[in-house]
């Protein structure tokens, strides 16, 4: 069964410091990975998504994340980070080839706090 | 395309009323999912439907809670009694049922059961 696991559960950081964000999964089929945003008092946004390809994916707010097959990781990097950014990161794996279903297991969020 | 619409956005409701959170997907859409978000347990999944068939209500917390989808654009949850523990906020996503589709969330319902 799929499952991810956010290692840091809050992570904080100076403005224009570089940030990362782990994400590690376990999945017993092929692997198509998330990463969500959630701004304060409002739903969950995409960042980005890993489907096949280039190990490296770039999303929006000048966000990427980095595949990793051996180390079944998919963390999350931003080199300068802002006040802005300052909100909640989930990091999600598809249940499709277990469920297909658009089923998404998602981690258990990792609380980003930019301070001025 | 307007996204996912939840409605209402904020409610307050006594304990032992019952509550109805609406949703309607983003069209052509095929996959609902309902989520439950507390700071004590995080996100939750509830329940979702494909082709508005619930596929798996395992999340669902007890019978209390009912959802229901009669058609493509539309979806509820149903709490019934309320109470207080129920107090979170309810998310709708829907998605396209296909390989690597993305979620698309609404804005939530945020429940005060006092």
């Known amino acids: 069964a799929q499952s991810v696991t956010q290692l840091d559960s809050q992570v904080p950081v100076f403005e224009e410091a570089p940030v990362e964000l782990r994400c590690n999964y376990s999945?017993?089929?092929?692997?198509?990975l998330f990463w969500y945003v959630q701004y304060p008092n409002q739903g969950l946004q995409l960042l980005l998504k890993?489907?096949?390809?280039?190990?490296l994916v770039k999303g929006i707010n000048g966000f990427e994340a980095e595949f990793n097959k051996s180390q079944t990781s998919f963390h999350l990097r931003k080199p300068s980070v802002h006040i802005s950014d300052t909100a909640e990161y989930f990091c999600a794996v598809s249940d499709w080839g277990s469920s297909n279903t658009g089923k998404l297991i998602f981690g258990q969020g990792t609380t980003l706090q930019v301070k001025p | 395309d307007a996204g996912v619409i939840q409605s209402p956005r904020h409610e307050v409701t006594e304990m032992g009323q019952e509550v109805t959170l609406r949703c309607k997907p983003i069209s052509g859409h095929n996959s609902l999912f309902w989520y439950r978000q507390t700071m004590m347990r995080g996100l939750e999944l509830l329940i979702y439907f494909n082709n508005n068939v619930p596929i798996d209500d395992s999340g669902m917390p007890e019978d209390r809670f009912s959802a229901k989808m009669p058609n493509a654009s539309f979806s509820t949850l149903k709490i019934q009694p309320s109470e207080p523990r129920d107090s979170a906020v309810y998310f709708c996503?829907?998605?396209?049922?296909?390989?690597?589709?993305?979620?698309?969330f609404g804005p939530g319902t945020r429940l005060t059961v006092t």
């Open positions: 890993y489907l096949s390809g280039s190990t």
């Open positions: 999945s017993s089929v092929s692997v198509y």
């Open positions: 996503a829907s998605s396209l049922n296909r390989v690597g589709g993305e979620q698309y």
